[in-house]
């Protein structure tokens, strides 16, 4: 499980409201895969990335879909003329106010617990039947006034329809007329034409159809070919409401809780919502039940949105079966009898396939509420991704990376996060940016992964800011330098520790910022403090250096040892450096000699040659020229350069316990100083002048003198000297 389903586990336990977390804490390296979350629609509020989000909101635009359509309209515009006085150039203040309207009229997602899809019908239009005629065939006036929902029927057979049809509509039948005015709206069988649809909506409302009051106030609320007006919406969606249409019913009390007329009127928005659920309505069930959950402007009583929820379910009820599951997972609600949640959300997958499939996917991966099965969310995540959650996406994409529940496909990854990242998740901008910066699964490409880091920083991914000032700062280029700085910065404010630590060693290389050894060592405190162990090293290394005023030497040997106590391979070796010297503590060869063997019994080829030294020939008198040759050897294996030097001196004369090897001497030296080690080609020279290990040679003692001498060794110049003096 990723970690953003951790953090989703834990909320479910403590039964916490939702709320955005943060994301993993990134190694100083770029990370390796690791999941990451922070925003999309989502089940309640989703998290962002331990690596880790915020939900989305509906989309009121198709005629059809959930929560489509909502009543708009906060400010009323100015009223047409009932038989359709149509808008005929674009009014800017009028959009925006129905934009803004609609977006209060909507049921928020991300703020209320609990809160499901929306209805599949808000203020949506109605699908009227073409109505029948009697055996003669000819229609029955509809005189104004009359019920006219109660001439509705199915069609004639046997052809008689077009015929049926047009006479009806001949005669001033309210249904026939409805229909017409749909046919004109949606462009069946003709041109779309707004203002007869309106006519056809106003002269049918008007005999009291309630279907058509409802399509009439459709238009009002949205300004659909006429300006529009919230006030007159809301007559006509009260009529049609009166008369038991659901959806008006829906509309009605959407308005009255949003208080799009003025002050809300949540318990009359209830009265109107009980109404239209009672039909089976998407929309009401679920906005009923979130105003019972949350107490909204009513007596809070989750088991009344329990009992609306499980009624509507067992109806078979997409709405209801998701928001049940939703009510079961989230909340930790005991209901008073079992529900199979997996089948619950498997049954709502077909109305609400990105929603149920998201936390169908959840459920499966985490186990909570059903049985965990990581293949079967895989599968649910991959309906919802493909219904266009991108969540979902993202789910599958870090499955997908990981091999979890599915074939690990690192390259089938790469779209799914793509995907993610159009939809705005931070978290699938910054695995992208790891994945181009790796070249794992895509091909590698530092632009993209910078591009992608930025679009991750930039939303306040912190992993990300710090990812992406760890890359600008590797490109050693000035202007990437003082960006990486900006970076490290808002990281670091926001508490992450890796980023105070590389905004202090910025401040102390001046690297794209002025150098800055006080702010540096502040930077460091506060990562020190925060446990990062490389932050008291570095810290003590400025104070050693004496370049932060009222601290020294004293003070750096605290911050080492606090860093050698948790391993720190450099505090060791500066420690037991200062101990041998006597520096800011008292000397003592013998604990030098006891950490920098911590150190050396890891391999550590400088501490081999430390401790080497402190055993060959010591002031202290504690000498073992035996184990002093094993380290040197040790550190000269793994190419250290001055211990090759030093074994080649010790085995030049031998000490006791060590035999004298000139040869072996000689090729330890040759290796060093076909380094340009300085001290190794001086005494290479000095062998072969001298005939140590070979015959004499002045001529190569010549070359490596003058090799020596030309990278600043003394001793060979000096050689130099007095060869050339020999000469004369």
Not at 458 to 481: F, H
Request: glycine residues 8%; charged residues 20%; hydrophobic residues 45%.
């Amino acid at each position: 499980m990723n970690s953003r389903n951790r953090r989703l586990l834990a909320f479910i336990c403590s039964l916490a409201l939702p709320a955005s977390a943060m994301a993993d804490d990134a190694a100083l390296d770029l990370p390796p895969p690791a999941a990451s979350t922070t925003a999309s629609t989502s089940v309640a509020s989703k998290s962002a990335a331990d690596e880790p989000q915020a939900e989305g909101d509906v989309d009121a635009a198709q005629p059809a879909g959930p929560e489509e359509q909502a009543v708009a309209q906060d400010n009323a515009m100015d009223s047409a003329k009932p038989d359709g006085e149509v808008a005929t150039t674009t009014d800017t203040a009028a959009q925006e106010a129905t934009t803004e309207a609609a977006e209060q009229a909507a049921p928020a997602v991300a703020g209320d617990p609990l809160f499901a899809p929306p209805a599949k019908q808000t203020i949506a239009a109605s699908s009227p039947e073409l109505p029948s005629v009697d055996k003669a065939g000819q229609g029955v006036v509809a005189e104004a006034g009359v019920d006219a929902a109660s001439a509705v029927s199915q069609p004639s057979p046997q052809g008689g329809e077009d015929l049926a049809f047009a006479e009806r509509l001949r005669l001033g039948y309210a249904d026939a007329q409805h229909v017409m005015g749909r046919r004109h709206e949606l462009g069946e069988g003709m041109p779309v034409d707004l203002t007869a649809a309106l006519d056809f909506y106003f002269k049918s409302a008007s005999q009291g159809y309630a279907e058509a009051q409802s399509d009439l106030g459709r238009f009002y609320a949205e300004g659909i070919g006429i300006r529009a007006d919230i006030s007159l919406a809301f007559d006509w969606f009260l009529q049609a409401a009166e008369q038991g249409l659901a959806e008006a019913q829906f509309n009605t009390a959407l308005i009255l809780q949003k208080g799009l007329l003025g002050e809300a009127k949540p318990a009359a928005a209830a009265d109107w919502y009980w109404k239209a659920a009672s039909q089976g309505h998407d929309g009401a069930i679920v906005n009923l039940s979130n105003m019972y959950l949350n107490g909204d402007g009513i007596d809070q009583n989750v088991d009344y949105a329990y009992e609306l929820l499980r009624d509507a379910a067992e109806q078979g009820n997409a709405a209801g079966q998701l928001n049940l599951a939703r009510l079961l997972i989230y909340n930790g609600y005991e209901a008073p009898r079992d529900h199979d949640v997996d089948a619950l959300l498997t049954g709502a997958m077909d109305a609400y396939p990105a929603e149920a499939g998201l936390l169908l996917g959840i459920a499966r991966q985490s186990g909570v509420g059903v049985t965990q099965d990581l293949a079967a969310a895989a599968q649910a995540y991959g309906v919802a991704a493909e219904a266009g959650d991108p969540e979902a996406a993202y789910e599958l994409g870090e499955m997908l990376l990981r091999g979890e529940g599915v074939e690990q496909d690192v390259p089938a990854s790469v779209p799914m996060f793509e995907q993610a990242a159009a939809g705005d998740i931070p978290e699938a901008n910054f695995r992208l940016g790891a994945l181009y910066a790796s070249g794992k699964g895509i091909e590698r490409d530092l632009k993209a992964a910078r591009e992608a880091y930025t679009a991750a920083a930039e939303a306040g991914l912190v992993p990300a800011q710090y990812n992406l000032g760890l890359m600008l700062t590797r490109m050693r280029k000035p202007d990437a330098e003082a960006e990486s700085v900006r970076w490290f910065k808002q990281a670091a404010q926001a508490e992450h520790v890796n980023s105070m630590y590389q905004l202090g060693l910025a401040y102390q290389m001046g690297a794209g910022i002025e150098r800055d050894t006080d702010q540096a060592a502040y930077w460091y405190d506060r990562a020190a403090d925060a446990g990062h162990v490389s932050a008291l090293y570095n810290m003590a290394l400025l104070f050693l250096g004496g370049e932060v005023a009222d601290a020294g030497a004293a003070q750096a040997v605290s911050l080492l040892k606090q860093a050698q106590a948790q391993d720190h391979v450099g505090a060791t070796l500066v420690l037991a450096g200062l101990y041998a010297e006597g520096e800011g503590v008292a000397q003592d060869l013998g604990q030098a000699r006891a950490l920098y063997k911590l150190v050396a019994e890891q391999g550590h080829s400088d501490a081999q040659f430390r401790l080497a030294q402190l055993l060959d020939e010591p002031e202290d008198g504690q000498a073992d020229p035996g184990q002093a040759v094993k380290l040197y050897s040790a550190a000269a294996e793994q190419g250290h350069m001055p211990a090759q030097v030093y074994l080649a001196l010790l085995l030049e004369d031998g000490r006791e316990g060590v035999a004298a090897n000139a040869p072996a001497a000689l090729s330890w030296l040759q290796l060093a100083a076909e380094k340009n080690y300085a001290a190794a080609q001086y005494h290479l020279g000095r062998f072969y002048e001298q005939g140590i290990g070979a015959e004499k040679n002045m001529e190569l003692a010549q070359t490596w003198y003058s090799r020596a001498a030309k990278a600043g060794d003394d001793q060979a110049a000096h050689a130099m000297e007095r060869l050339a003096l020999a000469d004369r």
